[in-house]
């Protein structure tokens, strides 16, 4: 009965902010809105006990994605009326494809509750976290090093690609600033003085 009313509240919050975050006028409160909804859908995970993705969500969406949006929306420009110019347009489309998905959840949501326990579920104490690292690192090793080395290389290259030298770019040189004196920098000029008439 408790996870049944925690399931229900988080899912109100989720389908509220969801709607907040197309609806918002502001982009920033649209981002903000889809943090919520980020956050409550990793708490339905962990109500599913899904913890590893319940963290992975809230790590890698909201610590980094969201951020990486706000920033975005923060420092450029948004045209807001060239934005909703085509809202209404889509309307039809949109109330469909949501029509689809919200049977679809309820499918999935009245098949939870006819059947009480999925075959092979392996009970309480079971973690899924724990289950994920015991294979990642020994059935899967080999492929997991092979993905860090080709992530570790795309982020290399993709430095290298900004890293463009270009003749118009200035930029300072620190061994000619460490080397520089005094005589170089500063002229001492003889003035003879002036007289207040």
């Known amino acids: ?11 109100v919050i989720l389908v509220i902010a969801a709607i907040c975050v ?7 409160h649209s981002a903000l809105f889809l943090v919520l909804a980020f956050f409550t859908a990793a708490g339905l995970w962990m109500l599913l006990r899904a913890e590893f993705l319940a963290i992975a969500l809230v790590l890698v969406y ?7 949006f706000l920033f975005v929306v ?28 919200v049977v679809e959840m309820i499918a999935i949501i009245v098949r939870g509750f006819v059947e009480t326990r999925a075959p092979g579920d392996p ?23 092979l993905a860090a080395v080709l992530l570790l290389v795309a982020i290399v290259v993709a430095i290298a690609l900004t890293l463009r030298k270009r ?9 000619r600033q460490v080397a520089v004196r005094r005589g170089d920098r500063v002229r001492l000029v003889s003035m ?3 007289k207040k008439e």
Request: proline letters at 6%; hydrophobic letters at 50%.
């Open 74 to 101: 923060m420092m450029l420009d948004v045209n807001l009326e060239q934005l909703r110019a085509g809202f209404w347009g889509n309307l039809p489309l949109a109330l469909a494809v949501g029509a689809v998905m």
């Open 123 to 145: 009970g309480s104490g079971y973690s899924n976290t724990k289950a994920l690292g015991h294979v990642l690192y020994t059935d899967y090793a080999y492929p997991l090093e």
């Open 167 to 175: 003749k118009d770019t200035k930029y300072q040189d620190p061994a």
């Open 22 to 28: 197309i609806t918002a006028r502001n982009p920033v």
């Open 62 to 68: 909201v610590g980094a994605v969201m951020v990486l």
């Open 192 to 194: 003879p003085a002036e």
């Open 1 to 11: 009965m408790f996870e049944a009313a925690v399931f229900w509240f988080f899912a």
